[in-house]
């Protein structure tokens, strides 16, 4: 099991970017395989980015593709999310995730942290 701790959330102007990142307990990190994923209000958990346990494979969700970028420092235990040209549909609580595998299905991850908000305005 691994603890997940999201930061770097909060308002941007649609355009704009932000970085999330994800400090993870443990000496573990470099085992999991890590991913993201919004939620928005009234909608469900979706897909948006997971990354290989040595960060050599990367996938993402259509609707990010180009304009986001996860990436892993498995010595600081940390995943991150660069959020470029943001957009008010990206408005969600973003929530990292750790699993054996990169699948874009939640069901695959085991642990997960407690999300961080982000809010684009328009």
């Known amino acids: 099991q691994v603890q997940l701790v999201e930061s770097g959330g909060g308002l941007v102007q649609a355009g704009g970017s932000l970085r999330l990142s994800c400090a993870a307990s443990g000496r573990t990190f470099s085992r999991y395989s890590m991913g993201w994923f919004r939620q928005a209000p009234g909608k469900e958990r979706e897909f948006v980015a997971s990354?290989?346990?040595?960060?050599?494979?990367?996938y993402y969700a259509d609707s990010v593709k180009g304009r986001f970028t996860i990436s892993r420092d498995n010595a600081k235990n940390t995943v991150y999310l660069q959020m470029n040209s943001l957009k008010p549909e990206d408005t969600a609580v973003y929530f990292c995730?750790?699993?054996?595998?990169?699948?874009?299905?939640?069901?695959?991850?085991?642990?997960w942290g407690q999300g961080t908000q982000v809010t684009v305005s328009s």
């Open positions: 990354i290989s346990k040595s960060g050599g494979s990367t």
């Open positions: 995730a750790a699993g054996r595998t990169t699948t874009s299905n939640a069901l695959g991850y085991a642990d």
